[in-house]
């Protein structure tokens, strides 16, 4: 149940016409984690309000004249 969980689900479907078909019958964000789970994805609410609070971020940063600071490995 993690974010990495939620983008290999999203990759999944964007890579497959039978997982694409079954989303567009999905009503809520329940009918999405139970289809998740039956492709054998863990997803849960959490992970997709994160991922929402997450692209906000991003794209607040994106218009932002706040540069966002990066970590600097090579010392």
């Known amino acids: 149940m993690s974010r990495e969980a939620l983008r290999e689900f999203v990759h999944a479907v964007e890579h497959s016409a039978a997982l694409r078909r079954d989303c567009h019958q999905v ?24 991922d929402a609070r997450c692209e906000a971020i991003d794209a607040w940063f994106a218009t932002s004249r706040i540069q966002r600071k990066r970590s600097n490995t090579a010392r």
């Open 27 to 50: 009503e809520d964000a329940e009918g999405l984690i139970a289809l998740a789970l039956r492709y054998g994805f863990a997803i849960n609410h959490q992970d997709l309000d994160d």
